[in-house]
Nanobody
């Protein structure tokens, strides 16, 4: 069993930065693909970024390329999402997801077996 716990959300002004963290426990971390998704009120959950540990491959949604960076710390079993130049449209609940046997950074939510509880990010304009 894998447990994912997100943290780091909050309220920030447009143009500001936040760093989200997702701590994973339960299985060997080094073989994971992990991802961030987000869901705004009244909208479907959408892909943000993903990281495959074995290949160090990453993928990003077009809407966040150049502004967001996904990274990991194996020693802490944690994946991060550094969010810069935040916009009002980035406001959403952000979810961490994991596939312990993932071999590529998929944008498809059905690829991921485990999900965190979510953390709210609010960007004021």
């Amino acid at each position: 069993q894998v447990q994912l716990v997100e943290s780091g959300g909050g309220l920030v002004q447009a143009g500001g930065s936040l760093r989200l963290s997702c701590a994973a426990s339960g299985r060997a971390f080094s073989s994971y693909t992990m991802a961030w998704f987000r869901q705004a009120p009244g909208k479907e959950r959408e892909f943000v970024a993903a990281f495959t540990f074995s290949s160090r491959s990453t993928s990003y949604a077009d809407s966040v390329k150049g502004r967001f960076t996904i990274s990991r710390d194996n020693a802490k079993n944690t994946v991060y999402l550094q969010m810069n130049s935040l916009k009002a449209e980035d406001t959403a609940v952000y979810f961490c997801a994991a596939n312990p046997n993932g071999y590529y950074p998929s944008s498809n939510p059905t690829y991921y077996n485990y999900w965190g509880q979510g953390t709210q990010v609010t960007v004021s304009s």
